[in-house]
């Protein structure tokens, strides 16, 4: 502003709306490629991804968008979540009336909450879909090895997440089911009895217990989650963006050969000093701006025919499709459902049968069969298995397309897995009735 | 995103109104969605019923407050004052920095700061800035004196029982 | 394209559902009844400043916040029954009706306005009438909702009651129930239904098992001095109608009750919910420690024993509520009509003392009364000894079988579930055509030791007892008797008693007859439930030591015809395998507990000891 002296105080005025606009945005709306690459890149939201992406991956039969749902259901979950902080108390007295509240007196409490429950669920849905998924087609071969392992440590953390959401109502069905899920944890070897004294804070649930799954699930838990996604997302543009098949990559036939200015990840990781100075000369030679259009691991330029097109608008629209029939799928559930409010806790009168939530009726199932390998032994064994799969099954063939035939034998297992749990799951919550006896739900 | 996007300047002038109509349309239902959200927020943080006492509250038969009596109820701060066959309720809370004063001869005075009032609560000393206020009183239908500490009215209208 | 069309149509369906969700927070129903109560209270309006005043107010959550009964309450019924204090409303329809006033309740009523005993503000409604304070909503302020543990005492009945119990449960006088919260003297005169059922708690020996603080200190079966608090209504009348209604296994005796005294049972035991809001923990504490000073001296307080006081005793502590004397019968446990014929003063003493020590598994509880009262009512007991007179075999058999065995003789008789072991199923032709007759008429003679069934010796002369027992056969059994055939089996076991061959035995036990018999041998194997007659318990000293070796053999090598018992020659036992097995049990009842006609020695915790040390060594 000191150095346009000639401007008078009132062309000033008029150009305010406008300047505070560009200082905010600082492209408008793009009518050219250099425009569409500006906008990705001097965004703070858009420029999480990258300039432009490959056909493939916007391809919504091959994503199916999960991994977006679950991030957009995560999203819904901090908002709602953090909303209900307001009139949640976590204390044993209190935490039930306040629910009670939210459904009487708080208004759009009992929708905030359907949505939060509802969100929850469908979260833990997602994220086993997304694996599927990602498993299905093939996608954690190398170079995704290492995203392979964030995705099923967020997994993790996402169960644990609901697990721990899931006293905080303080009803019969919050307290029993905890206390079954915690009692399957002490069965873990050595360690098992003070995991579970650990968690919680006393020898039985009860008011310490309430208040450390609270701080899990409000502070420590979503603070894990959201570190993990910010890498899993960055590894996923450092990897090469989502996988694809080897054809895509093939460039028409009558394309340029692409002028490569580093070849070889040393650079884009940058840390060794002397590959760094090797690179120098090469970038002094041509000097590209950051604005050099990405694609795959290494720096390209050149205005190369390839198959990617521009992550604006053509990302971003998708994105947003994904997330508002994201949104809207929780909206509509939670106006036709309740979230479920039972019995205030009676830590003298269980219910018969007391059942912990339905992703882990599975383990329980298992667990009614034998308590240490059903409730530990073979979930150890089957995390352990998924999380070392990218680094024994590492030929790259199958990559980028669903029920590859190459990859029979590893889709068959993955396909029997999912399907045993899922076959647990599904007699555990409907077949299993008082005492945890077989019954008929018809 | 099975067609590539084609190049804005080879659209025909069909398809340009088409989504140009499109995006109004969705920027309607988000921005729509987006204030309603906005608004319910409000709502939504803003209490329904109160987890105190609540704010209107009866306090007994006039018979319970022989006439010159001056009683300060002090967990309702509020002082119920008869003058013959007139009640009101005065607030005790000082309208300096909110203090419970205390009912005194010669009217009301705060023990924090200083400030002293008269029998109406008008103030006669130290730094509270406005006069005490006096709240409705009413006959509820079951005989009983209720106070509504949410209507304040004038000072010195009285209720006659 | 297409994705701008799905976007444009998924931001639309995301507007209109919150529009919907937005629209319907502001139309509430205790909005409606609000604003209608304004309005009528404003034609009722007298003065401008009234009116004035009700033209200020706009719909609003009214809320009680009662404090000062146990935790806090939060009572918002008044948001909808706005009108409850006003007195221009009474008889107006629901919710904008006044609270009747009622002078039962204390209300007085003076120049034309009554005046409440209980004020709303002091006392909020959920303390009377239950429900939830919290809801806003009818279906879950009043309790319907099945999830909620307190539904409107009387008004409300959940979905899931059974039907059949929903008009029973209706009712204002269930609020009695919470009168005793407070009111809490035994005499008050404003629960009356609580006092009956106070008095039924008694009158029909539920103390005997029960416990209730300050009351009873029955051990049997659960405490119910929280009762209340766990149980809605329907539970507690299911339960007393029928206590295996909500749990199969439950061993309680359903007693002979009508729906009136069900209900003041029922209204008594709602009525329990540990503290009381009149008692301070001082005041209940100090209550505590008088009680057991009272207790200790009445103990030790001895009126002399007399039969007249016995009889006394009798009706007082209610023991009619289950056993038969005379034309008073509870349907549940022996007929006590010949007991002094039956057993002798010591047996009785012995079994008031702790029942379990002559008949092991019986349900019967033990009563703490002073050694005195015992003593006056075995003396009463006595006083029995008139043998019956009944002449032919029907006429005996309906008298004095038909109550355990039943009337067709099947063994289900009105006692039958309370009785193990269960009385035998005389029509059972496989069992009963299997075994000597002179095993009939000897257990008709002395009884079986450890069970039930009583020595008739000296209430039925032989000849009776004959006829009775022809009747049995003719009737019930039919078939002529076959030739028994005569297993070769020993007088006596060949094997000796040693340590060697009871270990043997109990490797022999764990092998083959854990399954049924249990592993402690008492008979709850884990198949026991499904099997009928159960299996014998092998701890029963009484019973095993009244056995004589031929017949364990007998049973065990041949099996029990009629029984689930085996033929184990079949499945390889052999006979010193047998014979290890029955020093197995005999080592588990020792000689030391003899039977009961002799002169017994009561079996301290001691004995006890060393028997069950014996069994597994």
Redesign the interface.
Known sequence: MSNQTTTSPWKTLVALPENIWRSIFRNPLP?SDLGRASTSFTNFFLHLHPVKVH?NS??ATFTLGLGLISFFLFFILVVTGI?LM?YYVPST?QAY?RM??L???????I??RNMHRWAAHGMVAAVFLHMCRVFLTGSYKPPREFNWVLGMLLLLVTLFMSFTGYLLPW??LAFWAITVGTSIASYAPLVGKDVKFILLGDSTVGQEALLRFYVLHVAVLPAVLSLLVAIHFWRIRKDGGLSRPAEEDALPADAPAPVEVISGPAVVMATSAAAAAAAQPVLQKRQYGIQGLVRGPFTKVGNVPDRS??AW??LF??E??VF??T??GV??VS?LFNAP????V?V??PPNPAKAPWYFLGLQEQVSYSAFWGGVGIPTIEVLLLLIVPYIDRKIVGVGRWFAQERLLANFLFLTFVIVNVILIIVGTFFRGPNWEFVSPW | ?KT??KP?LEESGDAMTRRRVLSWLSGFG?FGSLIITAL??L???????TYGQPNRFSIGKPEDFPPGARVSLDTRRVCIVRDGDKVAAISTTCTHLGCIISVSETGFSCPCHGSRYDQDGNVTGGPAPRALPWFQVSLAPNGEIEVDKDTEIEAGNYLRV | MS??V??AV??F??LI??G??FYD?FFNRWEKHQTAYFEQARSLAKTDAEKHALDERGPR?EQIIVTQFG?SR?D?CATCHIASDDPRFQGHADPLRTHPYSAALGDVERNGHWERRHKFTDFGCTICHDG?G????TF??HGEDA???DPMLGYVTQANWHAEFKAKLTGKEYMQANCAQCHTEDNFAGAPLVQRGRQLFFEKACYGCHRIEGLSNGTLGPDLSEVGK?FKVNYLWEHTVNPRSFQPTSFMPKFDLTDDEIKALTVFLKSRRGINFAETSLGQYRARLQHTKAEETSKTQSSTPSAVRGEQLISERSCTACHKLGDRDGHIAPDLSYEGLIRDEDWMMAHFREPKSRIPDSIMPVFGFAEADFHSISSYLKTRSTPASFKTGEEIYKNLCARCHGEKGDGKGVTYLYLDPAPRDLAKVAFMNSKPEDRFSQALKTGVSGTSMPPWERVLTEEQRRAVLTFVFQTFVKEPRPELKAHRVPEQNPVAFSGDSVHRGEQIFLQRCTGCHGRKADGKGPNSLDISPRPRNLRNSFFVNSVPDKRFFDSILYGVQGTAMPSWIDYGLTQNDVGDLINFVRSMNPQKVSPPSEKAPTLTSQVKQEVLCQGCK
Not at chain 1, 341 to 344: K, V, Y
Not at chain 3, 134 to 137: S, T
């Open positions: 009518s056909r916007l391809k909303l307001f007295t009336d009670l509240d459904r009487g007196t708080v208004a759009f409490g929708f905030l009803d019969q097109v521009f608008p053509n629209m998708a947003l499709v508002l029939i949104v809207a909206l509509l106006l409010l039972e019995e205030p009676n003298m009168h | 995103m590539p996007v804005a988000l319910s927020n709502i939504f943080i803003k209490p329904r019923a | 994705t701008r799905t976007l998924v931001s369906v995301v559902v919150h919907i969700v927070q959550i935790e939060v918002r939830q919290r809801g806003l909503e879950y302020a999830f909620w543990p766990k």
